[in-house]
């Protein structure tokens, strides 16, 4: 499996060459587009047949972008088919934006100095000098991460650098994590012992919260003028997506270290389905569900990086299902869940762990040998934080489970 990240440097260039190459090159990706809805071709190779000859005569870019601008089109018209499919309204597609997008034969980047080479056309080409943090050059100055495709935007140089990840090993127990708005909470599972324990994001519910607040304020105040309230809504989402972000790291960095410490597998819900103990409407309307996808997806790059393994599950009913008899709930479930058939009681969130470690014990069955799943060993008084556990919890160190 490839693991890929994007680079993104900003960069400002006064360059009327480079200037003249986006526009070029989005009249490229656009009679591409025309060409390939005309002959009704969606393979590259085709649109190449069909259309290379009269682009190359038409436009005096460097060759090798004609290719890269089928792609774009390519992508840009599957969009707009799979719409018409759903039946939703799709106008005839057309690239607005300005981009250039080069494969990595096409230009040159000297990883150690930031010095990047964009072939305009022939032997003319631009040189950028981009500005490499201490960030950038970990990966820069890591030979296994390989220069993928580059796009240029207005401001903006993203690269995609690639690495082949580690095979992941073979899980000795398991993290099984119920995403929250605030928090992952769960279980921490071995062959001896289970924990019930919690990892917080610090606060990412209420940065949310003030910003959602501000943005209202905003929309009230500066609803006459829509330019210039959009130009400040912008500008408030990224500082709260910026904030959330860095909160984020934090804590998928601390979980996915202490997985590999003790060779554990992560165990998280499959976010792009639809579980019926899903969050109400309400909701999600008020705070966005983008920090619950954003640690999904940083926890899964860096296991993917350190060969820890990832397990996602059906989140159908986990919040509403008991883990000790199986009984469900068809009525709201508060704070703690309560089971009517067997008055099993735990806390939702840590039961909704439960259950993701319960359906993937089911269907995975290295991960079945590794943990007992044994929820009546759980101390239903004490959560701990995942940054006060060292490791895996053995039946060795820790009392004896059912003390109280
Ligand atoms: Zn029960």
Not at 50 to 75: C, D, M, N, W
Not at 93 to 105: D, G, H, S, T, W
Request: net charge positive; proline share 4%; aromatic share 6%.
């Amino acid at each position: 499996m490839d693991v890929h990240r994007a680079l993104v440097f900003p960069v400002r260039w006064d360059a009327p060459a480079l200037d003249w190459l986006l526009c070029e090159f989005r009249l490229l990706v656009n009679e591409s587009i025309r060409i390939a809805l005309r002959e009704d071709i969606q393979s590259r190779a085709r649109l190449a047949r069909a259309a290379y000859e009269v682009l190359s005569r038409g436009h005096a870019v460097y060759k090798q972008y004609i290719p890269s601008a089928f792609e774009v089109a390519l992508t840009v018209l599957k969009a707009h088919r799979r719409r018409l499919r759903r039946k939703k309204r799709s106008s005839v597609p057309y690239m607005r934006k300005l981009i250039l997008k080069a494969e990595n034969q096409s230009y040159r980047l000297d990883r150690e100095t930031g010095r990047l080479r964009i072939p305009v056309r022939g032997t003319e080409g631009v040189q950028l000098q981009l500005p490499v943090s201490k960030w950038h050059r970990s990966y820069l100055s890591d030979p296994s991460w390989t220069l993928g495709s580059l796009s240029l935007v207005p401001g903006k140089v993203i690269f995609v650098v690639r690495k082949e990840a580690p095979r992941t090993y073979n899980p000795e127990g398991a993290i099984a994590l119920d995403t929250n708005e605030d928090s992952l909470d769960g279980v921490v599972a071995s062959d001896e012992n289970m924990v019930s324990t919690s990892l917080a994001f610090g606060g990412v519910r209420r940065i949310q919260q003030t910003h959602f607040r501000r943005r209202r304020r905003l929309a009230s105040k500066k609803a006459h003028d829509r330019r210039v309230l959009r130009r400040l809504l912008n500008r408030e989402g990224q500082r709260e997506r910026h904030r959330v972000r860095q909160r984020l790291h934090l804590a998928s960095k601390r979980l996915v270290q202490f997985a590999k410490n003790g060779k554990s597998a992560i165990v998280l819900e499959d976010l792009r389905l639809h579980g019926s103990g899903g969050w109400s409407r309400r909701m999600n309307r008020r705070l966005s569900s983008w920090p619950r996808r954003e640690i999904h997806r940083q926890i899964e790059y860096k296991a993917a990086l350190a060969g820890v393994p990832v397990i996602k599950v059906n989140p159908a009913w986990t919040s509403k299902t008991c883990p000790v008899c199986g009984a469900r709930r068809r009525d709201r479930v508060g704070q703690v869940f309560v089971c009517e058939m067997c008055d099993w009681e735990m806390d939702r969130q840590i039961n909704a762990g439960l259950n993701i470690l319960e359906t993937a014990l089911a269907s995975n069955e290295v991960l079945a040998r590794a943990v007992r799943f044994q929820p009546g060993a759980l101390r239903h008084d004490v959560v701990s934080p995942l940054y006060d556990l060292s490791a895996l919890p053995t039946g060795a160190r820790e009392e004896p489970s059912g003390v109280e």
